[in-house]
């Protein structure tokens, strides 16, 4: 049967008549393994780092005329630091920082489980960005950090403005 399951709509259906209902009654380990699986997947627990994920959106015609300036590239750069920081990293801080009985810098007055999701962006997420951002400048300081001692070298020390000539050999 889960060979066809792409193709057949109702296998989760089928499934749960024909190895679900059947839990205490089948005859080999694998279908009371499969069983056990399929009743743990369908359990509340499983969903629960994820209660602090949301989506939204905002359509500012700054933000378009901005995402336009920086291209495509950067633009998919940035929505995808935004997709990972409301669907993976708030969830996270939520989820471990839950059962935490004191405030965890630089929040030093609400602990993690009376945070909101917009508190936990601002508290946490928001150092974690800026942190991202700095750090994509020095990588890409220190990976410009050649033509720049290049051209350095080429100018000999010229401060008058004069063009750069290169040598063919280059």
Known sequence: MSSFEPFIPASATLRELTIVAQHGELKYPEGTACAEVL???ASEEVFAPFD???????NDPALLGVGYIIGPRIASLMA?????SYLVLIP????????LAAPIAPEAARLIKDMSVE???GAYVLYIAAGAVA???IIGLVRSLP???NVGIHRGGDTRG????FSQSE
Request: charged share 15%; aromatic share 6%; glycine share 22%.
């Open 119 to 121: 508190d936990i962006q």
């Open 39 to 41: 009743k743990a997947g």
């Open 52 to 58: 602090a994920a949301s989506i939204s959106i905002e």
């Open 135 to 137: 750090a994509g400048g």
């Open 92 to 99: 996270a801080i939520k989820y471990f920082g839950s059962g």
């Open 80 to 84: 995808g630091g935004g997709v990972l």
């Open 162 to 165: 004069r063009r750069l000539q």
């Open 147 to 149: 033509l720049i001692v």
